[in-house]
């Protein structure tokens, strides 16, 4: 395994370095989050940044693509080290930063907010009419209406709009901080065939991902950060393995967690569905026993995560009958989240930035937010058990912080979705829905949280996972449902339920 060498300013390959950043300290109050990083970027490759959740990623993107300013060293683009980068700078140099949260404007259509980048600045003239014809052909086979205000596209498509708009706007070096969570297989492929074309026209990238199998994929080159220093690296990404890549991220080896699949045909039914109609799902029956794991899957608007929200109270739905072991009313809906939370229904959601954590309060407090009736006791709050429950989730769910009493907004964005997940599950919930629940959370983590989900579940708690990560759902659960057109089309048990089954690449 090679380690990445950093190219010193005069060396005679630096020109094969669109890119380079020398000896990069970032401290944020007391806390060292970046410390003496040196690297270099070739020209016309796609580098993958990989790293523990808090190890510095999005703080090194940030600072290369003007929005952080670092403490200490040097950025050098096209050989040239550059003073005080701000966005605009870097943008106008060509360095763009695309995150998870889409950069855009409701009411304009998706054609015009792909152009957003290069509307004239000054006295520039632009030939719109090439420009439409150029945006219609990137569009063509993502789905995305051209004339369609962005406002109403889906966070699916919102999200590869934001992508597109970055390759559009004619960037040199384009960085892509996890840009694949929650794509569909096919999606994450129409984004990589896009980034291979753009590499072939001399875009650099780099690649910010969780997913070994994505940068084994798409990478040429790797640097992994770990605990804010660069700790290794490859620049020959096709000669490592899956473990290796695991192995230089977390400093040790990876136990990958695998359930034992249980078969529950005959138990009285934690949750029973029958005849339920809901806006864009359709369900005839069925039944989730206690103790069982579900998966739900399919593409975006398939049905999966629309059938979780009904079942949750977070849509309404319009007729049938979602009932809930112990339930003897033959009819009863829920019709708001309250009803489901108060009967032991706990839902984390796939939208962290809308109903995630308060950014503000303690990790403690955000974990024990929605378990306050349990840590309540004849009506008032006790701390200690407050504190106990917090402790608790904090430790098991791996957050890096110095301790739970730290404001979430202090943490980096995988240890926040952490601190939701641990929020739901303190709730110690009699049905588990987790909608995407390791997005954004790093290789080691995701298997301990898939080791939670399975002891909550050995306690008789019923879980239905929604999740596009299809090894994901092959590690953790004992049967998937798998929509298609509102409905579901397929289930899988037991052996059936293989990775390469559910990508797609053999038949069920
Ligand atoms: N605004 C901030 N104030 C204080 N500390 C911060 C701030 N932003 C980040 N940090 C800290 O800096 C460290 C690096 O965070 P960063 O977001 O760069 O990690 P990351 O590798 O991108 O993680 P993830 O995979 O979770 O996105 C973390 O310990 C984090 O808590």
């Given amino acids: 395994m090679r380690v990445t060498v950093p190219m010193t300013a005069g060396s005679q390959a630096a020109d094969d370095y669109v890119l380079r950043v020398e000896n990069l300290g970032k401290v944020y109050g007391g806390a060292v989050a970046l410390r003496d990083v040196s690297l270099a970027i070739r020209r016309g490759s796609i580098h993958g940044l990989l790293g523990e959740n808090g190890a510095g990623k999005s703080t090194l993107v940030g600072i290369m693509s003007g929005q952080r ?39 304009l259509s998706a054609a015009e907010n792909l152009m957003l980048g290069i509307w004239p600045r000054r006295f520039g003239f632009v030939n719109w009419r090439k420009l439409r014809k150029d945006a219609a052909r990137m569009l063509a086979g993502t789905g995305i209406d ?26 040199k070096v384009i960085i892509l901080d996890e840009p694949t969570a929650a794509l569909t297989v096919e999606d994450r492929q129409q984004l990589f065939d896009f980034m291979r074309r753009l590499k072939a026209d001399g875009v650099t990238f780099i690649f910010i991902s969780h997913y070994n199998d994505e940068i084994l994929d798409i990478c040429d080159a790797v ?19 899956s473990a290796q890549l695991s192995e230089l991220v977390l400093g040790r080896g990876l136990v990958l967690f695998q359930r034992e699949r249980r078969e529950f045909a005959e138990d009285a039914p934690a949750v029973q569905l029958r005849d339920v109609v809901g806006p864009s799902v359709r369900v005839p029956a069925l039944d989730i026993r206690p103790g069982e794991v579900v998966g739900f899957t399919g593409l975006p608007g398939a049905g999966a995560k629309e059938l979780a929200r009904c079942i949750f109270g977070l849509t309404p739905v319009q007729s ?11 009819h009863k809906l829920p019709t708001h989240p309250r009803d489901a939370f108060e009967s032991g229904i706990a839902f984390l959601s796939d939208d962290r930035r809308r109903d995630g954590a308060i950014g503000q309060m303690s990790i403690g407090a955000n974990i024990s937010l929605s378990s306050l009736a349990s840590v309540a ?17 904090f430790a098991a769910m791996g957050i890096k912080a110095p301790s739970a009493a730290v404001a979430v907004d202090t943490l980096s964005g995988g240890n926040q979705q952490k601190v939701c997940l641990g929020r739901v599950l303190a709730t110690g919930p009699r049905v588990l829905i987790l909608d995407e629940p390791t997005r954004g959370i790093d290789v080691g983590v995701k298997q301990d949280v898939l080791r939670i989900v399975d002891e909550l579940s050995r306690t008789g708690v019923a879980v239905i996972i929604v999740s596009t990560d299809t090894d994901e759902i092959t590690r953790a659960v004992d049967r998937v449902c798998i929509f298609e057109n509102g409905a579901i089309a397929r289930e899988l048990t037991g052996s059936e339920i293989t990775n390469d089954r559910l990508r797609g690449l053999e038949p069920s």
């Fill in 69 to 107: 300013q670092p403490t200490t060293g040097t950025i050098y683009l096209d050989g040239v080290a550059l003073g005080h980068a701000d966005v605009p700078s870097m943008e106008e140099a060509g360095v763009f930063l695309v995150t998870q949260e889409p950069m855009i404007i409701d009411h």
């Fill in 146 to 171: 051209l004339d369609r205000p962005a406002g109403k596209l889906d966070a699916v498509a919102r999200r590869k709009l934001n992508i597109l708009r970055a390759m559009f706007s004619g960037g």
């Fill in 223 to 241: 640097s992994v950060l770990r605990d804010g220093i660069l700790a290794g690296g490859s620049e020959d990404v096709g000669s490592l393995t």
């Fill in 320 to 330: 049938g009958t979602i009932r809930f072991a112990d339930e003897t009313e033959t």
């Fill in 377 to 393: 006791r004849s009506g008032f709050l006790s701390k200690d058990a407050e504190l106990k429950l917090s402790d608790r989730y």
